[in-house]
């Protein structure tokens, strides 16, 4: 039985003499929200790449869905869905056509395109403008349905990356619902946002400061472990050394 979704120790990847990811270590258990949070730079997007399979590591290791990233990356990419900050649609096509096209990529029958295409269309209120290309459709919606087509081989687990960037508040409170309807079905989510305030619905989180992980756990325990109000303060403190708490307050580095 695995015990983990995501199960990470030591994972490390340097460009040349630069290292990207510092020996990273944590866990993210099914069913949970999962946030990865990080200033542009801090390695949030390098560590995705690797558990996705799109990027090897430089050391340790990693495994996703019970599969390992080194030896098993096209077994990982069967069991995941991703959503790119660029959405991941095919803009000249429309909602029902990337709906078909994704569910035979990832290897659905017909019968289940046609099944999960109609329940999806009508859950996400698009059934009217089904047949109209995606790039004439209001940006919520276009966001809404790339969340919905990662999803729709069921994978275990669906990796976010900045997915509401660039939205109004309440499309970005409406996508955080389908991220918990996801979740409540049993459905791992990790999810890299710039939004402070999304850090507050996570199950738990993760700072990344300089390829490290700075600070790891609930919200709202981490705000009561560094007396920190809100989690952008916390990570205002963790992302500039010259305001940050003391070292000591830091937890250790797993290895």
């Not at 040349?16 to 099914?30: L, Y």
């Not at 096509?93 to 990832?106: A, F, H, Q, S, V």
């Amino acid at each position: 039985m695995i015990e983990s979704a995501i199960d990470v120790k030591d994972l490390t990847r340097t460009f040349g003499s630069f290292t990207a990811v510092d020996h990273i270590s944590f866990e993210v258990h099914s069913g949970e929200v999962f946030g990865f949070l990080g200033a542009n730079g801090a390695g949030k997007t390098t560590a995705m790449r690797m558990l996705i399979g799109l990027l090897t590591p430089s050391g340790g290791t990693a495994r996703v869905a019970g599969h390992d990233v080194y030896t098993e990356s096209e077994a990982v990419k069967r069991s995941i869905g991703y959503m790119s900050q660029r959405f991941s649609l095919y803009e000249d096509l429309t909602p029902r056509e990337n709906i078909r096209l994704y569910g035979g990529i990832y290897g659905l029958t017909m019968p289940q395109i046609r099944e999960r295409t109609g329940r999806m269309l009508t859950r996400l209120g698009l059934a009217r403008v089904a047949d109209e290309q995606v790039r004439s459709l209001p940006l919520g919606w276009r966001q809404k349905l790339a969340f919905s087509v990662a999803l729709v081989h069921e994978p275990r687990i669906v990796f976010l990356d900045e997915p509401t960037s660039g939205v109004d508040p309440i499309t970005r409170r409406q996508f955080w619902e389908l991220i918990y309807e996801a979740a409540s079905g049993g459905t791992t989510v990790l999810v890299t946002t710039h939004y402070m305030d999304e850090a507050e619905y996570c199950d738990r989180i993760c700072i990344m400061v300089a390829g490290r992980i700075g600070a790891i756990g609930a919200p709202a325990d981490l705000k009561k472990q560094f007396g920190v109000d809100s989690i952008d303060e916390l990570f205002v403190r963790l992302a500039r050394p010259e305001t940050a708490v003391p070292e000591s307050a830091l937890p250790e580095r797993l290895s």
